[in-house]
């Protein structure tokens, strides 16, 4: 293949009809006759519904239905289903479509409005009466762990799954270390809060179709579930992906109750149904992540190097778990990250709590696990002495090391297996960004000025590009435009773009004329979905073969033509040639009209492919009866093992003493994500991610209180940075191709957001001098920490804010 | 029923005089979104904080959000469909400063705004005038860049158009 395209920072070609104010997101559907649903949601963490009056609701101005549990029939009685089932899983629990006989959170959908505007949907939804008898709620992980109370009243635990795995053999490493060390981490809860809420349409049309548009992460899979659900035949109803204002992860549940109902009533009621989130419900009704307990042992010798290492946790999977214990899984196989530890044991207790449930949010479990291991690592250099920098590098997979087993269970059910990278060489690189080497000066002619700045770093290895499959075709028109279609659903990755240039470069052809369509089961039925930074790898290979069976059908019509070998037919500005001769040369859209025998000649393009055009060449031109018309090509990549991206973070930062302020003076971040599509797209996702992992270090707290009563559902009290909080971030990059596909590529969607924390924790923690093993902090935190080591244990340790076991109030519950 | 009561509200939209009914308790927001069609307006929180929903009332930056439509009724709206080839939009294109594009009307819209009131800023000034608005995807950095090469780009261009003699002294630049 010859490359032009790949490696460049082309521009996106998504970004015209943004900015004409032409995209087309969720709410700006709006069909002739659409009705607008508001949802009734539970006001009570825990209870058992004792009454639900609809009455009133039903007789307000402009409403067309209520609906409650019992009005579902059979589709009420049946719970959302288990997307992953885990034999460690042993006490499954998913939500009905509409909350029956209990509620497990505030904000579970109770009852749903439909009325002619979302005006009176809402004013409607507020006439709906719910009594409830209200059970102790159970908030934050550790107290489910220990409390008497439980989440759901019918189960005798808060455990939902317990699950332990060991790679090595870590008591005889413990017996071998030289230096033990024991700690508690905790990270607290969070939400992705893409700036666009979630939504979906649903339009019955005249010929008994049910199109549905959707703001999913997975339209597919919400089409074979819908079929499902509704028991309607799968041709009977097509999924849309519109353009979606970001994902991150919590558009990706199958499903989210209104995912259902709002087609479901579209059926029902014969008009078209539209629901569209507003903010302070999205905090409440769309998923969560990130809480987790952390207990660590770790054995190391003189020098640093890690013997072994025993991870207990406790994972907070909110009142629900859909996606099994997928989460607490990436976590556990994650945690090790570029180092290498040849003992290794984990044990994870997955509990609920009567908090909103919790699936994967950009890093799904891999940011706590990045989090606990460099505070291992920080800690183990501050107790020998040694510079941080220096224990990294001790403890690095080296180069020659790969493929590495880590060894515990991947989350697509493989041993976790390293692909490639080169770890110590970006962390270099990283080091010299940074400035590492002039900062203990910097450091203490800063102090000298009475400033107290500190430096942090963070590495992690990113999951990325896992199965099952992605597929996609192509159809070269004869327009000349090269129109691609798959399955996978885009949030703003720049999908179609690098897909374009893939496709662009194998088939010599102009950017602008390759068109990528997502999400859209009407174009491309097979799909698995957008998570787990898999596109680029999975989508891309599928791309890139579709694209290479169409130059091979091509230089088939073309060798024919050309009376050449098919070997010596080149592809090049839009056109196809005979090496040597560049200057007889046929467009490839011509070839396409070849590719298609047609009847009638409808211009004078299509003349030509007609059966009864005498010229002698042409007539030789339409395929044989075993090849099918058209220039088109479908494939699809099934990768069996996932690729490996990694980086590290740095960070310094300058720390007021008195206010308790962070300021960020400096951040780098060198990346690995293999060969590089768009460098300017992976430093954009490098850029997001970062900014996400810092809102995640310092603002972004889902506070809770012991009533299970959400605390700060909006911008204003859940801090999403401003660009004022986000300091300019250096990207460099390192490329070290993955063996396991054609392009080299490996994914980058969730790197950024993985390191941050650490890094930024991290370099706090050395301003101060302190110890800090929680995250987020917030400026009273910091403050106190400056305050003194006493006051600072009491900030930063979690043990020392309460301990194991004791009830929680909101600064830890959550 | 107050639900009900409606009024005509005419504005001018980009140049064009449009007109529609809205109750009264209608947010601008939704009536330039779904009594106008112009559904390039989005709205990320209902809140006033995000500023995805962003326009300029008569040349001044609102959050459509916390408008009623019949606040603005006689006034002069400019939304980002009026924004078509205005450099900061092409410098968002150019500078890769935009990825899911939710938020990216509100901020060309901020960004414009200001500009026009600070035709030459530092970074330090553009990172407080985009801090009005909230972009989840970005991590800001493009963002910054596009505003400020826009900002270079727009000065360059006033340069020329005030004082042509010595533009052309210098050559095409």
Partial sequence: MTTRLIGASVPRSEDRRILDGAGVFIDDIEPAGCLHVAMVRSTCANGRIRRVDATPARAAPGVVAVYTADDLGELGRRNLPLLIPNPALTEPRTQFLLAFEYVHFVGEAVAMVVAESRYAAEDAAGLVEVDYTEFPAVVGPLNAFHSKERAHVDMNTNVAAHFVQEHGDTEAAFEGATRVLEREFMVERSAATPIECRGVVAIPEQTGQLLVYDSSQAPSTIRAGLSTYLGVAEHEVEVVAPDVGGGFGVKLPVFYPEEILVPWAARRLGAPVKFVEDRSEHFVASNHERAQWHRVKVGYEEDGRICGLVDEFIHDAGAYCPYGIIIPIVTASRLPGPYKIPAYGSEMHVVYTNTVPVTPYRGAGMPQGAFVMERVIDLIARDLGVDRAEVRRRNFIAPDEFPYVVGLMDEDGTTTTYDSGDYPRGFEKLLESIGHAGFPAEQAAALAEGRRIGIGFGCYVEGTGCGPYEGARIHVETTGKVFVSTGIATQGQSHCTILSQIVADVLGVALDDVVVKTGDTRQFKWATGTFASRIAVVAGSAVAEAALLVKEKAAEIAARIFEASTADVAFEDGDVFVKGSPDVRIPLRQVAVLANPLRYAFSSEALAATQFVGDGERAKAPPPSEVAPGLEATAYASPEFATFASGAHAAVVEVDVETGAVRILRYSVVHDCGRMINPAVVEGQVHGGTAQGIGGALYERICYDEEGQLKNANFMDFLVPYASEIPEICVEHTETPSPLNPLGVKGVGEAGCISAAPAVIGAIEDALGVEITSSPLSPEMVAGLAAGSAGGEAAGSFAARGGVGQSRGETDGA | MVLEDSRAVRVVVNGEVREADAPVRMLLSDFLRHRLGLTGTHVGCEQGVCGSCTIHLNGDPHRSCLLLAVQAHGEEI??????????????????????????????????????????????????????????????????????????????AQADERASPDTSAAVGPG
């Fill in chain 2, 78 to 155: 400019t939304t980002i469909e009026g924004m078509r080839e205005h450099p900061v939009a092409l410098s968002f294109a150019r500078c890769h400063a935009i990825q899911c594009g939710f938020c990216t009307a509100g901020l060309v819209m901020s960004a414009t705004a200001f500009l026009r009131e600070e035709p030459a800023p530092s970074r330090q000034a553009i990172v407080g005038a985009v801090s009005s608005n909230l972009c989840r995807c970005t991590g800001y950095q493009n963002i910054v860049r596009a505003v400020a090469e826009a900002a270079a780009e727009m000065g």
